[in-house]
């Protein structure tokens, strides 16, 4: 008997000691300049360099399981698998036609878990894989990110919808600049958050292939750590907020996730970018996500959008009351059609209020009459959907609605990323695919890998973008934000801005009309803002009454293409400026916008364009855009690159914006 349990005792000990037992582990990039260094003992660790410089020190990652087991070093380690990956994957609805998806791989097999970790030229990523055999629920995650000095970080605080509901909110917020060590306490942020480290370089932290899991937050831990927060999962939930649209969340479990098994975790991502332009066209979040089912997905149709909620159904010089009614939307119509412009949105207003049932139509609307009237003349029609009004019953609605003739849905108002919600994502991503609908989420959290697998899910709101001229008080700087967010919002994706407002304000001008809203800066800030900020689905936000008196910008609006073959980031600093150009076909086009610092920008032309000559469309701010922001000048040029002549300097006013197409002759 004492030699048996000796034996036991010995077998036990070695097995924990076979557990324990340190294993370090060194991952490179191909290029090899971003490394990760991964310790597999009692605790699994990683820590991230670039070019030798640190930039997370040893950070821990762990899963905590319903049941009361770990996911950490404690579980029995197996073996480490290596791999390398370097292919080209082919997009439908995407900011490039191809992308390359280029890394090398290091998975740590436990007894019941995989951890693998992914380094790319551009950043790094990890994930937890289970092996179980039976499903499982997730109590918690420890995901932290500790980083080697006290940066500067550039971040969306959130600010709740409800005191009683702290994850409730729309994912909006302009961004608070300071010290890590000076984060606000008590406060939890939403994804992405940008890291400015002493030597210039930038870190974005953000999480790509999240279908059946909560969304991620970061909170501080004191000094330079933080580390990942996790809504609960819901227990009860209540109708309520905007007009009975929105799903309040009163009481949660004591988990925050339910999983089948063999389920793989979202990725983590860290991006390194020695210069900041590097993040104005990073495909991580792309790439890491999972591909589309292999069917055929060539209905989906990316365009313009004629928008009515902005403007405020605002037209003049027609022989009919303006509002939400037939009379109105069959203009909307007609304008789209003469324009080329492919779609036009029913927003709030066509269902009746307050009864969050999408079969119940307002009766000054004839709705299969428009949809009829839209599809004779080339046009689709897309309708506003509350989340609680579509989430009734997802299926009907695709259902009755596509057989109708509608194009899609704008969902609105889910402002949570629990996993229930973040399932709701998924499961009207599949439901419109099979329908052939496309789906613009509003009141959405950020873009985390669903356009890759659901490539018809075309936007993701998650952003303050112009609708908030309507009622932001002139303290609220948009100009600034405008060249935030394409280094931080819209490297998680696409994002649904609403840009293309025709009465432009000054700093000093602008002020929130609700019935005739404006936008801070100028006119060509506005028209570079449809080269710049991704969206395939993108809207031309103002009246068409407005539009019909611009008859430049209309066309230059009305013809930019919104999905790209190529995509070349020129220039950039996060909050200063952004520079960048698209190719589509043989065509490309240039965006540029700055802060309120007038700026004179130097483009290489030779970054993106071949030798030979080029006639060139150019909008840019008129010589009093300073004072009348919708002053503009266009003129057309002709330009010879060659290796000898290949830049072309720029000038834009406070708050301007400058944009241009190439075409080769």
């Not at 589309?292 to 009919?320: M, Q, R, T």
């Not at 927003?347 to 119940?360: I, K, M, P, T």
């Not at 996060?574 to 130097?602: E, F, N, P, Q, S």
């Amino acid at each position: 008997m004492r030699i048996r349990l000796f034996l036991a005792a010995a077998f036990l000990l070695g097995a924990l000691s076979l557990a324990a037992a340190p294993r370090h582990y060194t991952l490179l990039s191909p290029d090899g300049r971003l490394c990760v260094e991964v310790d597999a003992g009692e605790q699994i660790r990683y820590a991230l360099s670039y070019d030798g410089v640190a930039v997370l020190e040893p950070s821990t990652l762990s899963l905590q399981l319903g049941d009361g087991s770990v996911y950490d070093g404690s579980v029995r380690f197996e073996k480490a698998l290596r791999t390398s990956i370097d292919e080209r994957i082919a997009t439908p609805v995407y900011k490039r036609a191809e992308v390359r998806n280029n890394y090398n791989e290091l998975t740590l097999r436990y007894k019941t878990f995989n951890v693998v970790f992914r380094a790319y030229d551009a950043g790094a990523a990890w994930r937890f894989v289970s092996r179980a055999k039976q499903d499982f629920l997730v109590r918690d995650e420890q995901a932290e990110f500790r980083f080697a000095q006290d940066v500067e970080v550039t971040v969306p605080y959130v600010k709740p919808d409800s005191p009683r509901d702290p994850f409730l909110n729309g994912f909006e917020a302009y961004y608070d600049i300071h010290p890590l060590s000076a984060w606000k306490q008590g406060q939890k942020a939403f994804l992405p958050v940008s890291f400015k480290l002493d030597n210039g370089w930038r870190v974005n932290i953000t999480e790509s292939d999240l279908l059946d899991y909560p969304g991620m937050y970061l909170r501080h831990e004191g000094g330079t750590a933080l580390s990942g927060l996790f809504a609960p999962y819901p227990k009860r939930i209540e109708q309520g907020g905007h007009n009975m649209l929105q799903g309040i969340v009163r009481t949660t479990e004591d988990y925050i996730a339910a999983q089948k098994a063999g389920a793989a975790l979202p990725w983590r991502i860290v991006a390194v970018a020695t210069e900041d332009r590097r993040l104005l066209d990073s495909d991580l979040v792309y790439v890491l996500s999972r591909p589309a089912a292999d069917v055929d997905w060539s209905w989906i149709k990316p365009g313009k959008v004629a928008w009515d909620w902005w403007n405020d159904w605002n037209l003049y010089g027609v022989d009919f009351p303006a509002g939400i009614n037939t009379r109105t939307y069959q203009y909307y119509i007609d304008f789209a059609a003469a324009h080329g412009i492919e779609y036009v949105i029913l927003d709030e207003g066509w269902a009746v209020n307050r009864q969050a049932d999408l079969f119940q139509v307002v009766p000054e609307i004839d709705l299969p009459g428009i949809v009829r009237y839209a599809g004779a003349r080339g046009v689709g029609i897309i309708l506003w959907a509350g989340y609680w009004a579509m989430n009734r019953d997802v299926e009907g609605i695709c259902k009755h609605f596509s057989e109708m003739g509608v194009k899609g849905f704008k969902v609105d108002f889910m402002n949570r990323d629990d996993q229930m919600m973040v399932d709701f994502y998924t499961h009207v991503a599949e439901t419109a695919a099979r329908y052939h609908l496309l789906v613009d989420f509003h009141g959405a959290f950020k873009p985390s890998g669903l356009q890759r697998p659901y490539p018809n899910v075309v936007n993701h709101e998650g952003v303050a973008g112009l609708e908030q001229m309507k009622w932001a008080q002139p303290t609220v700087d948009q100009v600034t934000y405008d060249v935030q967010i394409p280094f931080l919002r819209m490297f998680a994706g696409p994002l649904d801005y609403t840009q293309g407002a025709m009465r432009n304000a000054t700093r000093a001008n602008y002020r929130p009309v609700n019935t005739e809203p404006m936008s801070q800066g100028t006119r060509c800030r506005q028209l570079a803002e449809y080269v710049i900020f991704e969206a395939p689905l993108t809207m031309l936000c103002d009246s068409p009454s407005n539009y019909l008196a611009e008859p430049e910008c209309l066309q230059w609006m009305a013809a930019v293409p919104t999905v790209w073959d190529e995509t070349v980031a020129l220039d950039g600093r996060v909050g200063d400026y952004a520079a960048i150009a698209r190719r589509k076909g043989a065509d490309w086009y240039v965006g540029a916008m700055t802060d309120w610092d007038a700026r004179t920008l130097t483009l290489d032309l030779g970054a993106f364009l071949s030798e030979g000559t080029w006639q060139v469309e150019i909008f840019r701010d008129g010589p009093n855009a300073h004072r009348a922001a919708r002053d503009y000048v266009r003129e057309t040029r002709t330009l010879s690159v060659s290796p000898a002549r290949h830049t072309l300097d720029i000038d834009m006013a406070p708050g301007g914006g400058w944009t241009a197409k190439f075409t080769k002759q």
